[in-house]
């Protein structure tokens, strides 16, 4: 069972920079891709970010590419998002889950959900 602790969440002023991290549990790290999604107030949960299991490839939705960086660290476990230049609707709920890609930016996550780590963006 694969345990997810996101965290380095924060209140930060647009234009501002945070970088998140999760901390996974379980031997799967090493051999899944690696995602971050966000849910937003009255929202669905939508796919942010990706990273392949190798490291190799990265994958953005189209509202954070070019401002936000995904990495991973084997070994710690943990892979990280590091997000600049922060809008105000860049506001919601971050987790991080092991995904599968279904086809292009569609993700599959395949754990169980942690508790996120929240980002508010003032104007």
């Known amino acids: 069972q694969v345990q997810l602790v996101e965290s380095g969440g924060g209140l930060v002023q647009a234009g501002g920079s945070l970088r998140l991290s999760c901390a996974t549990s379980?031997?799967?790290?090493?051999?899944?891709?690696m995602g971050w999604f966000r849910q937003a107030p009255g929202k669905e949960r939508e796919f942010v970010a990706a990273i392949s299991w190798s490291g190799d490839s990265t994958y953005y939705a189209d509202s954070v590419k070019g401002r936000f960086t995904i990495s991973r660290d084997y070994a710690k476990n943990t892979v990280y998002l590091q997000m600049n230049s922060l809008k105000p609707e860049d506001t919601a709920v971050y987790y991080c889950?092991?995904?599968?890609?279904?086809?292009?930016?569609?993700?599959?996550?395949?754990?169980?959900w942690g508790q996120g780590t929240q980002v508010t963006v003032s104007s």
């Open positions: 889950n092991i995904v599968r890609q279904r086809g292009g930016n569609s993700w599959s996550p395949l754990a169980s």
């Open positions: 379980g031997r799967a790290f090493s051999t899944y891709a």
